[in-house]
């Protein structure tokens, strides 16, 4: 008898194995042994502790209520009043205050961009790649650093980044 036998006979008896041969398998396998330990406690303790069965009529009588819940009218929800003219007004107030608020935030930060950008010279640069060559464009300095991946990290390397986007491409399609 193989150990999954017996924990599922021993779980949701069917009584279709032979008695001596749970005994048997239970006598040459600790671990089964044990787990029927734990088992046998933990009935014990069910019976021990569940609560008892109802009275004969209580699911009809749950049910009756259930049913006449459904039955009744919904209880008629009440309108709210509309607002006052103040009260329309203080809040109309409020909104423009926030909007006008939004718009100067944008407009400092898009000047701002704005200033920034055109301090920056544009410096043009030619960047030459062989077919093949696998490079990177460094950007974030003043002027285009040209790195040639083969060089720094060997010739047979695979960005990391790349993998895990091309990952990400392939499971787009699964979700």
Known sequence: MRCDDLTRELSAPTGEPN?????????????????????????????ATRPGEPPAGAFDRVWANVAAALDRPPAPVAVPAAPSRRR???LATFTVAQAAAI???????????????????????????APGEHVWIDLDHRDSH??????????????PMFTMLNAMEGLAGTL
């Open 146 to 159: 040209l790195l040639d991946q083969a060089r720094v990290e060997g010739a047979d390397s695979v960005d």
């Open 19 to 47: 008695p001596a041969a749970l005994a048997e398998h239970l006598a040459s396998c600790p671990r089964c042994a044990s787990w029927a330990q734990r088992s046998a406690r933990l009935d014990q303790i069910w019976e």
């Open 88 to 90: 329309r007004v203080v």
């Open 103 to 129: 718009l100067a935030a944008f407009t400092l930060a898009w000047r701002e961009s704005v200033q920034i950008a055109s301090a920056v010279p544009v410096v043009p640069t030619r960047v030459d790649i």
